[in-house]
């Protein structure tokens, strides 16, 4: 189909052979896609989210839930060598009164709950040899945005502890790189993308090639970062935007 090829999208192949991840956030958007297409390119999968059909249903900014996401996802699989953070929130909340409890959520589930998972998988993904992190991040991972300081500060922070595992683990022959996707049609996006027909034009037209992105413009790199193509990279952050934050 036309709108395949103008996605990038392949039926399947297999090159994530012989990988077991972990994708949280699986349940919705992105995350499901990600699932998706690294079952596609033939790599065990353990889901988890807060709800959905997922193989592990918990609220994953809660202290102890990425610890017994590991282990029943180590279990599952027989091992573990590639994690993929999806899980996410967001909403816009000026920064005059805004609430403590907000802030703390945002960064306990965007920030706590992907240091947790990474830190709980480091001895099977140095055991591996070749393991992979990816995170999400987002172009506010580099620059702010009204009414995002909590999210902001989450994402910058995601990108800054990616860099760290990438320095830290690499010598166990593992990489790790921070997806930053532009502004994406999903379940998190739509209500601002409804109720501001404006702000989804703008975001059209910001970036060059004219459209939304879509989950899948965004698993089709996070598979790569997994594949062994990828194996020199590590480190990065990576804009996937369309071209947005190319131009003012
Ligand atoms: N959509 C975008 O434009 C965009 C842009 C940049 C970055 N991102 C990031 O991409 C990731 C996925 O977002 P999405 O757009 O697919 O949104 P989404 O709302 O469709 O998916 C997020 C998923 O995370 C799950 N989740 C939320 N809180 C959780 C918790 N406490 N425990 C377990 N699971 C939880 C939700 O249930 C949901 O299934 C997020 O990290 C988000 O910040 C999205």
């Not at 499901?32 to 065990?44: H, K, N, T, W, Y």
């Not at 709800?51 to 102890?64: C, M, P």
């Amino acid at each position: 189909m036309a709108s395949d090829r103008l996605l990038g999208r392949k039926a399947s192949s297999d090159r994530l052979l012989s990988r077991k991840a972990i994708v949280t956030g699986a349940g919705s958007g992105i995350g499901a896609a990600v699932a998706a297409r690294l079952r596609a390119d033939g790599a065990q999968v353990f889901t988890a989210d807060v709800k959905g059909d997922v193989d592990f249903v918990a609220d994953l900014g809660a202290d102890d839930a990425n610890a017994a996401l590991v282990e029943q996802a180590v279990k599952a699989m027989g091992g573990l060598d590639t994690v993929v953070p999806c899980a996410g929130i967001s909403a816009f909340h000026p920064l005059e009164g805004h609430d403590d409890a907000y802030f703390r959520r945002v960064l306990d589930v965007n920030l706590f709950a992907v240091f947790r998972l990474v830190r709980d998988a480091v001895p099977h993904l140095k055991a591996s040899g070749n393991g992979r992190v990816v995170t999400i991040g987002s172009t506010t991972s580099s620059y702010g945005d009204e009414g995002l300081c909590a999210y902001a500060a989450s994402k910058h922070a995601v990108l800054g502890f990616t860099k760290s595992v990438a320095a830290e683990l690499g010598p166990f022959g593992v990489t790790a790189n921070c997806v930053q996707p532009g502004a994406i049609d999903t379940p998190m996006t739509a209500p601002a993308f409804t109720q501001m027909p404006e702000y989804r034009t703008f975001w059209e037209n910001k970036a060059p090639l004219r459209r939304l992105g879509q989950p899948q413009d965004i698993a089709d790199v996070v598979a790569f970062l997994c594949s062994d193509d990828a194996r020199f990279m590590s480190g990065h952050g990576l804009f996937v935007d369309g071209g947005a934050m190319a131009r003012h």
